[in-house]
């Protein structure tokens, strides 16, 4: 069946490269059901870098204490790794200063965080908000939530039949009541990258703040705040190949300054009496009680990690896996692929005929390849699209042309279990 | 883990042709289902008689575990009593659930689920039905509208 396919076994980053890298994670090395493990589910949640996973049990062998607390030595040593952390961020991301990069849970804390902190003190009754049809739950529900309860009004930029949005219906939406913008950077469920600096710069022209949803763009995209011109940006570590628990939620200062803390508690205070109390500084204003101190370090290593590699060969490489996953699932009879923006991450959601996504996820697993199957935490998107789910394989530097062929066959095997 | 297992020749056949398909004009209790992991969703009508079930049908869109279970269970039950609709719902879930269960009675067509339990990911998708089930015998009785 792969061979209606172009080879891309000569491709930019080279098979000796490519086997390298593979061998940093080790949980590649798996196998799954008797298989060798195809984790072609990325944009749930990517895999970790043996430098990652060091960074973790190093910390808690060597230097844990709480932070920002003790005179002892231990804590001084998890503070400036934690801040240090903290540093890798901003550059990474480009922000003027660390006051700027906010550590929370996720992408869904950082966003909530925003909802509960600036929509609470700027937002009034009438006022609206524009989003997007593509986005993930976690940038609607917050904002429906925080709309129940102040009388706003969420406008939604519908998307067209290949899952893009038009920038001039876009542009449409914005209006005199407009007081936020939040949009993804890049579909989840469906890999298309929005075009979100022009969508920036016409709220900016109009003094709209905007927030920009990145958990899905931070694996694959080069992202620098400034340049965007975003007011907030929010991302979760483990897509990005560190830990679970930890994101960042980017903010311009003049709007964080201005903005009351969400949670209270300890090291978010200056003075704490009855008679009143002081809040801390930025970014420390915004991160109530312990923080995931271990985490924030393993996504300080994943970056260190991100930032070693030739990111220009391995956006290359993700592109040609595209291309070929596009052209080798879409030649398998019966699918049918759901959303085909002309700019897309590598990420490929289909259905295929007389097939459920759901069995289809089955059938793939007993096979050791690991896609989502479902709605993705997306159900307008399946609504507009007219599925109830569908199967999505996302895929990393770390796949192969010959994991998307077993994919190919393998899902060739699942239209023949239901003939 | 053997797929074959898991798609039997039974639920590949009522998956392909679900049985008792469709609104019941007749039905005087109805619920809807939804397992939100996979997006299954179903509709069922029941036709209660006095103790007995005298028929009953579904409607909805599901995977192929979740459309089989659900014309095998109505196929299973028309015709029985509340009583012993209520012994079907306690076999089949253990049979579900529980490693080598020997059901109390000759389940029939039904035991084609007991694959389902290697795969523990699937289950809700089979006992969906017979969860909604329940949910409409316990529903109040309520005519339903068929247009």
Known sequence: ?419 | MDLKDLYRDVIVDHNRRPRNFGPLASANHVAEGHNPLCGDRLTLYVDVEGDKVADLSFEGNGCAISVASASLMTEALKGRSLAEVRDYFDDVHKLLTERDYTPRRDLGKLAALSGVREFPARVKCASLCWHTLVAALESERQPVSTE
């Open chain 1, 1 to 419: 069946m792969s061979a209606q396919v172009a080879d891309i076994s000569e491709h930019t980053l080279g098979v000796s490269r490519l086997k390298r890298l593979r061998a940093d994670f080790p949980i590649l090395a798996e196998r799954i059901n008797g298989r060798p493990l195809a984790y072609l589910d990325n944009a749930a949640s990517s895999q970790r870098p043996q430098a990652v996973i060091d960074a973790i049990s190093t910390y808690y062998r060597e230097s844990h204490a709480n932070v920002h607390r003790g005179v002892h030595t231990l804590s001084q040593r998890a503070t400036e790794a934690f801040e240090g952390a903290r540093e890798k961020v901003r550059r990474f991301i480009n922000a003027r200063s660390v006051r700027e990069v906010i550590f929370v849970r996720g992408t869904t804390e950082a966003i909530n965080l925003v909802a509960q902190s600036y929509g609470r003190a700027n937002l009034r009754r009438g006022d609206e908000i524009v989003l997007t049809w593509l986005e993930h739950h976690a940038n609607i529900v917050p904002w429906q939530m925080l709309a129940a309860e102040l009388g706003l009004v969420l406008r939604v930029v519908p998307i067209d039949e290949r899952g893009m949005i038009d920038v001039a219906a876009y542009e449409n939406f914005l209006g005199p009541r407009t007081r936020l913008v939040t949009f993804a950077h890049v579909s989840n469920a469906l890999g298309t990258v929005l075009p979100v600096e022009r969508m920036i710069a016409l709220a900016r022209a109009r003094g709209i703040p905007s927030l920009v949803d990145g958990a899905q763009a931070i694996p694959h995209l080069k992202v620098d705040v400034q340049a965007l011109g975003c007011d907030f940006y929010a991302f979760s570590g483990h897509k990005m190949f560190g830990p679970t628990g930890i994101g960042v939620l980017y903010g311009r200062e003049a709007l964080l300054e201005a903005m009351p803390p969400w949670q209270g508690g300890g090291d978010m205070i200056l003075t704490v009496s009855f008679g009143g109390t002081t809040y801390n500084a930025l970014p420390y204003k915004f991160e109530a009680g312990t923080p995931s101190i271990a985490d924030a370090i393993g996504l300080g290593a994943a970056i260190d990690y991100l930032s070693a590699l030739d990111w220009h060969a391995i956006s290359a490489y993700e592109h040609e896996l595209l291309d070929y996953a596009t052209r080798s699932v879409s030649a398998v009879p019966g699918v049918r692929l759901i959303g085909t923006a002309d700019r897309k991450v590598s990420v490929i959601s289909f259905v295929m005929e007389g097939v459920h996504a759901h069995d289809l996820g089955t059938i793939l697993d007993a096979d050791g390849i690991a896609v989502r199957t479902g709605h993705h935490c997306a159900m307008p998107v399946m609504e507009f699209f007219r599925v109830p789910a569908t199967a999505r394989a996302s895929l990393a530097f770390y796949n192969t042309a010959e994991e998307i062929d077993r994919l190919a066959v393998a899902l060739t095997r699942a239209r023949e279990v239901f003939a």
